[in-house]
């Protein structure tokens, strides 16, 4: 199987898609970017616990990707993500709970920062050594093939992690088992500090799929309806049991691996030229253009999603911490 | 398939567990290398293809992360899997599954995670240093997984049922030098038998000898030899480390004022190390005697017999040591 970067097809892409979903995934990738925005001046207020992680940049990979899934199809999402958890539904307020230990994060405080997963938005709540969440994906996958349902399970991970021998045994075992997964990478340049030439050899990450007997394709990661198409077409095919699919995404990572990181290793010209490749705006521009959205309806949606972060920081600081006396229970399930 | 002919190997009893576990629990299936076609590398799972057919006996690639982590998100959405690890030494290409994401996520989530992971383990098989381990202890100290280690064909039996149908990780580790040489006396019961609760397998009175897997074994030997020179030997099988039935090990210490603990791995920070502090905090007043360790050398296992026999415990230091515990 040939890798191969998805050509433009004819017409505008906008025709191919309900306008409601659009409409959707554009609200979504906004309130992402705003959420992201306010907590970055959280951070720098000095309301979170420890670093912040964000995906300014990766929300067209997010949310495209995100909502090519029915609500029952299964993620295992990372650190860049937060438009997929709220593209299914997590408040705001729990992701800023998170990132301070608060007793209404997802976890009650256990863990923290990028780990708010929830199972019964049938998120995985991945560990920090990514990418581990792509085992349990190959699993989370399996379950549905055994039961014969329909469902998949879609994970992401970065350009760094496709180095890691469970990058290797994830993509191996999915396609000799023929797994309804679909792996995106979202290639964004750096592995914190590490740049492609000492991550890779390969001329791209979707080459590696032709190895591993499954599909690969590589897209422009700051196009949302590119990504989202993408996904779509891996998700039929692990529907229709024809298994795993590979899609490289490529961005790049705008702030530091996380807030507490200049990022002053990158090279001022990816900088550049990326600054003029919004995802946000780009999508905006898009549906404005299309007639989908009107410029009133856009700036209306940057506002709603600004006071809604603005909202969330208000409960998620004025929630409680968490209760130390019952620390040692559910170690063990019973 | 394992049929149970009224006295079923250690190995057998596993087979047998396995095989009602997965007849009685649809959501059940075997996972792992070599485990389908060819029935497993020691053949607990011969059969099991052909009965329960390849979407439930698994044949995966050499990718110990990945199958382990696999079971994680099978477990994750509601089935039961049980992972076999073709020796406990390749355990260890597992490690970051095991530990950072099946052995914490209940108490980070709540979700259950109930994954049974098989290893056979241990040496006197001349099998050397990485395929000789005891890997217990690696565990032991992760909060979240339960160790359980029997040493009987009975208790491998009744322990794996209760394993499978925990909902937590456990790591259930099989003694396979007991495999082919243990046979259970009558008809195996394929009741569960809770984990941690331990076992006294032999009552005495002089000092109390806390072990176990093949440790009950060379304990039960020397125990009847030292009979014969009048010292009473209580023999205590914890059968699961964790959880790790405090109660009747300290019971016995105090009857007998005495505590010497056996295994065959490494004695620094080896299980003992556990048991031996654990006797001191609960029944320091009752010890006539500090509480002694007998276990390997702080060695790798070695391949050579007179070089592996020098390194694992045997009956000649396990009786000296009891003998002088008991008289001291």
Same mark, same amino acid.
């Given at each position: ?150 469902? &998949?399970?879609? !994970? ?7 180095? $890691? *021998?469970?990058?290797?045994? /994830? @993509?191996?075992? #999915? ?51 590119? &990504?989202?198409? !993408? ?7 692990? $529907? *229709?049991?024809?298994?795993? /699919? @590979?899609?490289? #995404? ?54 709603? !999603? ?29 | ?328």
């Amino acid at each position: 199987m040939a890798t191969r970067s998805r050509r433009k097809a004819n017409g505008n892409p906008v025709d191919r898609h309900d306008k409601d979903l659009l409409r959707r995934i554009h609200e979504v990738m906004v309130l992402t970017r705003a959420v992201e925005d306010r907590m970055v001046a959280m951070y720098k207020g000095g309301d979170l616990l420890g670093s912040l992680y964000t995906g300014h940049w990766h929300e067209a990979i997010s949310v495209g990707a995100a909502s090519a899934l029915r609500p029952d199809d299964y993620l295992a999402p990372i650190h860049r993500d937060l438009g997929a958890h709220l593209w299914r539904g997590m408040e705001p307020w729990q992701v800023m709970a998170s990132f301070m230990g608060k007793a209404t994060s997802p976890t009650g405080g256990r863990d923290g920062t990028l780990h708010y997963g929830r199972l019964d938005l049938n998120i995985y709540n991945l560990p920090s050594h990514i990418p581990a969440n792509f085992p349990v994906a190959t699993g989370m996958a399996f379950a549905a093939k055994y039961r014969g349902e329909d469902k &998949v399970c879609l !994970a992401f991970c970065g350009d760094g992690s496709t180095s $890691r *021998a469970d990058f290797h045994e /994830s @993509l191996t075992l #999915a396609s000799v088992q023929k797994l309804p997964n679909i792996f995106v990478i979202e290639n964004n340049q750096y592995a914190y500090s590490t740049p492609l030439r000492l991550t890779s050899a390969s001329a791209t990450f979707a080459d590696k799929a032709v190895a591993y007997g499954m599909p690969g394709v590589k897209v422009d990661g700051t196009d949302a309806l590119a &990504v989202h198409e !993408a996904t779509v077409e891996a998700v039929a095919r692990a $529907r *229709a049991g024809e298994g795993p /699919s @590979l899609i490289e #995404a490529v961005t790049m990572r705008m702030h530091g691996h996380a807030e507490h990181d200049p990022a002053d290793y990158v090279l001022p010209e990816l900088y550049e030229e990326y600054a003029k490749k919004d995802p946000v705006e780009l999508f905006e521009n898009v549906l404005v253009n299309a007639g989908v959205i009107d410029a009133d309806t856009a700036k209306q949606v940057r506002e709603d !999603a600004r006071q809604a972060a603005i909202a969330a920081r208000k409960k998620s600081l004025s929630d409680p911490m968490p209760d130390p006396s019952n620390i040692e229970d559910g170690v063990y399930a019973d | 398939m394992p049929t149970d002919s009224g006295s079923a190997t250690y190995l057998e009893a596993v087979g047998l567990a396995l095989d009602s576990e997965m007849d009685r629990d649809p959501d059940v299936f075997i996972i792992g290398e070599d485990v389908g076609q060819f029935g497993g590398a020691f053949k607990v799972t011969k059969g099991f293809l052909d009965k329960f057919g390849p979407r439930r006996v698994v044949d995966t690639p050499i990718a110990e992360t990945g199958f382990t982590g696999l079971a994680a998100g099978a477990a994750l959405v509601g089935l039961r899997p049980v992972v076999e690890f073709q020796f406990a030494d390749f355990i260890s290409c597992a490690f970051d599954p095991i530990i950072n994401v099946l052995a914490r996520h209940h108490w980070r989530t709540g979700d259950p995670m109930p994954v049974t992971m098989r290893a056979p383990f241990g040496g006197r098989l001349r099998a050397g240093p990485t395929h000789s381990q005891s890997v217990e202890s690696y565990f032991a100290h992760v909060p979240g997984i339960k160790i359980v280690m029997p040493g009987t064909p009975e208790d491998a039996a009744g322990l794996l049922v209760s394993s499978i149908r925990d909902n937590n990780p456990t790591l259930y580790l099989e003694n396979k030098y007991l495999y082919r040489r243990l046979k259970a006396s009558g008809k195996i019961s394929l009741d569960p038998i809770p984990l941690g609760v331990a076992k006294v397998v032999r009552e005495g009175t002089d000092v109390t000898l806390i072990t176990y897997s093949a440790g009950v074994h060379q304990g039960l030997e020397v125990a009847a030899e030292l009979d014969k020179d009048g010292i009473s030997v209580e023999v205590v099988d914890v059968r699961t480390l964790v959880p790790l039935d405090v109660e009747t090990i300290v019971n016995s210490v105090k009857k007998t004022s005495r505590a010497v603990v056996l295994h065959e791995a490494a004695r620094r920070l080896g299980y003992g190390a556990e048991i031996a502090a654990t006797v001191q905090e609960e029944a320091f007043w009752h010890l006539d005697q500090p509480v002694v360790r007998i276990a390997a050398k702080n060695t790798p296992t070695p391949t050579s017999p007179p070089l592996e026999d020098a390194v694992i415990p045997q009956p000649a230091e396990i009786a000296e040591t009891l003998r002088k515990v008991a008289r001291a």
